[in-house]
């Protein structure tokens, strides 16, 4: 699967295939996916990954781009009832109405966009696990801390680095370090589904401004009252704010502070 701003790239450019089907197993075996299971693969690319999947899951969605790549798992999967191979842009086909799992290693081009997708739609995927590049992945799970990306995610969403990869794992070796990421949704997200586009206002311009000065949303006694009566420790000088520290202050904006 290829893709860089809407235009088409060599492959060789957006994806580094994992070939070794050891190595594919053994993380399977770190997942949670099993025989009942719907699981949807973006790039499926010459299908090492996808023949794995059809035997440990009931149902494989695979998506594949480029023409030829799909024209060979067509071939390569011929006999497979449960595989549904889609040559569209996953970025712009809707996901599946029931329970699903995501299993894929993305193209890093469009990472951003893919997290996006599959965390902002209707009905995300109740776990989630991508091949893709550490730095993404340590901004997306707010290690060692928290970014804004990693802020919006955290009310619906853990997420966690499971695995590390060598370079020659991949055909054609990439020229960074790559990771496992698991993203699963919160059984009862930390939000309320309503509060979603306040809660990104607010950590949007909170991130971007601060809490403190000309644009903070809140005083500094509504942000040091907040923290106290919540029991949670004060801001630290150094500016860094803790999860649990954003979502208090949140809820205390929604009550005091929202215009």
């Known amino acids: 699967m290829s893709r860089n701003h809407g235009q088409s790239v060599p492959i060789s450019f957006s994806q580094n295939f994992l ?3 050891k190595t594919i197993e053994r993380l399977l075996k770190l997942t949670n996916i099993c025989n009942n ?3 949807v693969e973006i790039g499926a690319g010459k299908g090492h990954i996808t023949k794995v999947l059809l035997h ?5 969605i695979a998506f594949e781009i480029d023409a030829k790549l799909y024209a060979s798992l067509r071939n390569k999967f011929a006999d497979h009832q449960n595989l549904k191979l889609i040559n569209r842009d996953f970025l712009r086909t809707n996901l599946p109405q029931t329970e699903y799992k995501v299993f894929s290693n ?3 081009a469009i990472t951003t966009d893919i997290i996006r997708k599959l965390t902002q739609d209707n009905n995300p995927p109740c776990e989630t696990w991508l091949v893709l590049e550490k730095g ?3 901004r997306l799970s ?5 970014t804004l990306q990693s802020l919006l995610l955290k009310p619906f969403f853990d997420s966690n680095i499971i ?9 054609p070796a990439p020229r960074v370090d790559v990771v496992l990421l698991h993203i699963s949704k919160k059984a009862v997200p930390d939000i309320l589904p309503a509060e979603k586009k306040a809660y990104c206002d607010f950590i949007t311009q909170g991130f971007k401004y601060g809490l403190s000065g000309k644009k903070s949303l809140l005083t500094k006694r509504q942000i040091s009252t907040a923290l106290r009566l919540a029991k949670l420790n004060p801001l630290s000088p150094g500016g860094e704010v803790m ?8 809820r205390c904006w929604l009550k005091y502070g929202l215009r």
């Open 106 to 108: 993305i193209p890093f």
């Open 142 to 146: 707010g290690k060692p801390g928290d």
């Open 243 to 250: 999860y649990v520290q954003w979502l208090c202050l949140f």
């Open 56 to 60: 440990k899951s009931s149902q494989v």
């Open 163 to 171: 695995y590390h990869f060598r370079r020659e794992d991949f055909h």
């Open 19 to 21: 070939t070794s089907q």
């Open 136 to 138: 993404a992945a340590k």
């Open 37 to 39: 299971d719907l699981v």
